[in-house]
């Protein structure tokens, strides 16, 4: 790895147009509110980038744009290339590395409810294919499959690209497991347990929450990461409502682009079947918003 990713990475929405078009113009707009923040990192077309309420043509056209801002600051880009078919996945991981990637995000198939066997093979496909280095995403929640450690132990020894992990099954054992036992660089992925990964040795966060509140994200990491364990224990205080909204209310999507609109940048609808929040959950999510960064 020429440099390793570290911190907290906001996983951006799509913006939409009432019409549930692609608002591309706003994606600028977002994207630029991020790198003048200064993020360490963005993933684009991932779960709450809407990937599978996507066609091939806007998932190439946001990675494009994207990469064309991004490609020149000291923000980190990954792209997300999940899909059923690892041929489709191979075509977009060559989009991502022609347009300024600085690394692929893949989860195993999501629907298939692959065995261990299908979803190493399908890690090496890959990994035998790309020049940059991949983060895993191990998501039970999505995929169906909550990878067993020996495979993930596996996929560390064997494939030499997949350098990176994207851990969201909720379950801290398995983070402490996965950070004694593997050369990965670990990535917290669910959004409730960001302060027990980093006291553990996380290295980042792939972040909703880091939508909503970037700059509030940042400093948990960096509170831990520097030993300021009290200011972080604080600051966790804060985002913890807010990152329990976000995982509980299976609304994340719909949550985080009411909150970019609140911020006065683009959001917009999802696409059906998702709907809207509800007037409470619109005035729960200002309320939580208060308090943060």
């Not at 940048?265 to 999802?270: R, T």
Request: net charge negative.
């Amino acid at each position: 790895m020429t440099k390793t990713f570290e911190g907290a990475f906001p996983v951006l929405i799509t913006p939409m147009n009432e019409d549930y078009s692609v608002n591309f113009e706003g994606m600028k707009e977002n994207v630029q509110y991020y790198l003048d923040l200064k993020v360490p990192g963005i993933i684009i077309v991932g779960s709450t980038g809407e990937f599978a309420s996507l066609d091939d043509e806007e998932k190439e056209q946001i990675v494009e744009l994207v990469g064309e801002m991004v490609k020149d600051s000291e923000t980190q880009l990954l792209v997300g290339i999940a899909d059923e078919r690892t041929s489709k996945v191979l075509e977009y991981a060559k989009v991502a590395e022609a347009n300024h990637a600085d690394g692929l995000l893949l989860i195993n198939s999501y629907y298939q409810t692959p065995t261990e066997e299908e979803a190493f093979e399908q890690f090496k496909d890959v990994n035998d294919a790309v020049s940059l280095p991949i983060m895993m995403y191990n998501n039970p929640f999505t995929a169906n499959v909550n990878l067993e450690n020996e495979t993930i132990y596996k996929i560390d020894k064997e494939l030499d690209k997949v350098q990176y992990i994207k851990e969201s099954s909720g379950d801290i054992r398995k983070v402490r497991a996965i950070i004694n036992n593997t050369n990965f660089v670990f990535f917290c992925g669910s959004d409730d347990l960001a302060y027990e990964s980093f006291v553990l040795g996380a290295t980042g966060w792939v972040s909703v929450a880091a939508n909503i509140a970037p700059n509030s994200a940042q400093k948990l990491y960096e509170h831990v990461k520097t030993g300021e364990y009290e200011a972080a224990r604080k600051l966790n205080k804060d985002l913890l409502p807010l990152c329990e909204f976000l995982e509980d209310s299976g609304k994340y999507v719909q949550i985080v682009k009411k909150a970019m609109d609140l911020k006065g940048l683009n959001g917009g609808p999802s696409r059906k079947p998702r709907l809207g929040l509800t007037e409470d959950e619109v005035n729960q999510l200002k309320s939580l918003m208060e308090k943060l960064d």
